[in-house]
């Protein structure tokens, strides 16, 4: 594990609104804090000896594309899951159930860790057609899904070497939903989750033209509390 110093973290990088720290791994194909990219080609390459084939569905996201994401589940143009995965109908909730809804598979823009270029979503495409449609769904991890004998490597493979790398979102820590597809490099994400406070995102929420807004206001300590903090120590 990395020895690394405090340091102070701008808000602009905290809130995925200045990319200029990171760089983009040529053998991955996407953009990464510079320490995250060689315990990850680590990984990729451990798990290409054993026939798998990692690959990187997310990496780093920013500010604007979380932005775009959230409006689009809040004003029904994308959908939202439930705990099973399945689409909710979005009618008939409050502002606040919407909010709280749409937090179960979405981070608040802001206080997203693939803000960071430490946290991305793997799968293993050796096992799928080209033509598959990537749905990151538990289901997929499990039993007879695609990417079930992929996530079993995994978890041994973490168990044994995790080169820093923890899973973030798992049954019983916080109010996010489980995703083992989603890792992120501990030793830098956990300086950065440090250092996210709740007056820096409801800041940058008030500067923000955002759906939900009055509700997202009157409930980010509650936010905070059940989707921030659990996973500042991961």
């Given at each position: 594990?990395?020895?690394?110093?405090?340091?102070?973290?701008?808000?602009?990088?905290?809130?995925?609104?200045?990319?200029?720290?990171?760089?983009?791994?040529?053998?991955?194909g996407c953009l990464l804090?510079?320490?995250?990219?060689?315990?990850?080609?680590?990984?990729?390459?451990?798990?290409?000896?054993?026939?798998?084939?990692?690959?990187?569905?997310?990496?780093?996201?920013?500010?604007?594309?979380?932005?775009?994401?959230?409006?689009?589940?809040?004003?029904?143009?994308?959908?939202?899951?439930?705990?099973?995965?399945?689409?909710?109908?979005?009618?008939?909730?409050?502002?606040?159930?919407?909010?709280?809804?749409?937090?179960?598979?979405?981070?608040?823009?802001?206080?997203?860790?693939?803000?960071w270029g430490t946290d991305?979503?793997?799968?293993?495409?050796?096992?799928?057609?080209?033509?598959?449609?990537?749905?990151?769904?538990?289901?997929?991890?499990?039993?007879?899904?695609?990417?079930?004998?992929?996530?079993?490597?995994?978890?041994?493979?973490?168990?044994?070497?995790?080169?820093?790398?923890?899973?973030?979102?798992?049954?019983?820590?916080?109010?996010?939903?489980?995703?083992?597809?989603?890792?992120?490099?501990?030793?830098v994400a956990s300086l950065?989750?440090?250092?996210?406070?709740?007056?820096?995102?409801?800041?940058?929420?008030?500067?923000?033209?955002?759906?939900?807004?009055?509700?997202?206001?009157?409930?980010?300590?509650?936010?905070?509390?059940?989707?921030?903090?659990?996973?500042?120590?991961?």
């Amino acid at each position: 594990m990395l020895n690394l110093p405090d340091i102070a973290i701008s808000s602009a990088l905290l809130l995925g609104l200045d990319e200029g720290a990171l760089i983009q791994s040529p053998e991955l194909g996407c953009l990464l804090h510079p320490l995250v990219i060689e315990p990850l080609e680590s990984l990729a390459a451990a798990a290409g000896g054993q026939g798998f084939r990692l690959r990187v569905a997310s990496s780093y996201r920013n500010f604007a594309r979380q932005l775009l994401i959230w409006n689009n589940k809040a004003s029904g143009q994308r959908p939202v899951l439930d705990a099973a995965g399945q689409p909710l109908d979005m009618t008939c909730y409050s502002d606040r159930e919407k909010v709280f809804a749409i937090l179960r598979w979405s981070a608040l823009p802001g206080a997203s860790r693939h803000h960071w270029g430490t946290d991305l979503d793997v799968y293993d495409d050796s096992r799928i057609a080209s033509d598959y449609a990537l749905q990151l769904t538990v289901e997929e991890t499990e039993g007879e899904g695609p990417f079930a004998e992929f996530h079993r490597w995994l978890s041994a493979e973490l168990g044994n070497n995790p080169r820093g790398f923890v899973r973030p979102y798992q049954l019983g820590r916080g109010a996010i939903a489980p995703e083992p597809w989603h890792l992120s490099y501990s030793p830098v994400a956990s300086l950065y989750a440090a250092q996210l406070t709740e007056d820096i995102v409801r800041a940058q929420l008030q500067a923000t033209e955002i759906c939900l807004k009055e509700a997202l206001l009157e409930n980010l300590s509650e936010i905070y509390q059940g989707y921030i903090q659990p996973y500042i120590n991961c």
